[in-house]
């Protein structure tokens, strides 16, 4: 069966940068394009942008450019974000989604804390 | 970018009722290639959004077929015939049409 599984909570000093992984399982990683989705404390869903594993192409939200840089592992199933420059408005649950039927799976998020 | 405005912002139902979301698009979502890629996720508390209904009115696997969706261009509605207590959560569409994809900013199902 599909999952993505993220990787674990992050606690980062404002001014670092932070990678975050979502391993993909259970179908074929360089088919489907990989989606990133930040969701603030108590807010919606904002999309950031999206990889294609098969050949690196990638797509971004204006509003991300610069902060988010998406990248894809085909050799271990792997997509990963990294955020650079972060500030306290980044603090937020990161999640991947693959999108086939629409985003037909999604990781289990991943919350990223911006703390001095 | 295309703006999605949901509503209500907030729906309160009882078990059994029926209950309808509507999502309206700045711009049509029909795409060149035909397909409207408007969808509807489901978020319930403490877990990852999951998908209910693609490409307007397609029922994702495994979703009871209490959830339908319907509409075209600019207006869309989700419909759930006879709410459960697990349908509780928060409901946003999704258009993946136009660069950048646009959320729109959810309506919360609570029991009344």
């Known amino acids: 069966q599909v999952q993505l599984q993220q990787s674990g909570a992050e606690l980062v000093k404002p001014g670092s940068s932070v990678k975050i992984s979502c391993k993909a399982s259970g179908y074929t990683f360089t088919s489907y394009d990989m989606h990133w989705i930040k969701q603030q404390p108590g807010n919606g869903l904002e999309w950031i942008g999206w990889?294609?594993?098969?050949?690196?192409?990638?797509k971004y939200n204006q509003k991300f450019s610069g902060k988010a840089t998406l990248t894809a592992d085909k050799s271990s199933s792997t997509a990963y974000m990294q955020l650079s420059s972060l500030t306290s408005e980044d603090s937020a649950v990161y999640f991947c989604?693959?999108?086939?039927?629409?985003?037909?799976?999604w990781g289990q998020g991943v919350m990223v804390t911006v703390s001095s | 970018d295309v703006v999605l405005t949901q509503t209500p912002p907030t729906l309160s139902a009882t078990i059994g009722q029926s209950v309808s979301i509507s999502c309206r698009s700045s711009q049509s979502l029909l795409h060149s290639n035909g397909n409207t890629y408007l969808h509807w996720l489901l978020q319930r508390p403490g877990q990852s959004p999951q998908l209910l209904i693609y490409?307007?009115?397609r029922l994702e696997s495994g979703v009871p077929n209490r959830f339908s969706g319907s509409g075209s261009g600019t207006d869309f509605t989700l419909k759930i015939s006879g709410v459960e207590a697990e349908d509780l959560g928060v409901y946003y569409c999704v258009q993946g049409t136009h660069a950048p994809n646009t959320f729109g900013a959810g309506t919360k199902l609570e029991l009344k």
């Open positions: 989604a693959r999108v086939g039927r629409g985003f037909d799976y």
């Open positions: 990889i294609y594993p098969g050949n690196g192409n990638t």
């Open positions: 490409l307007v009115s």
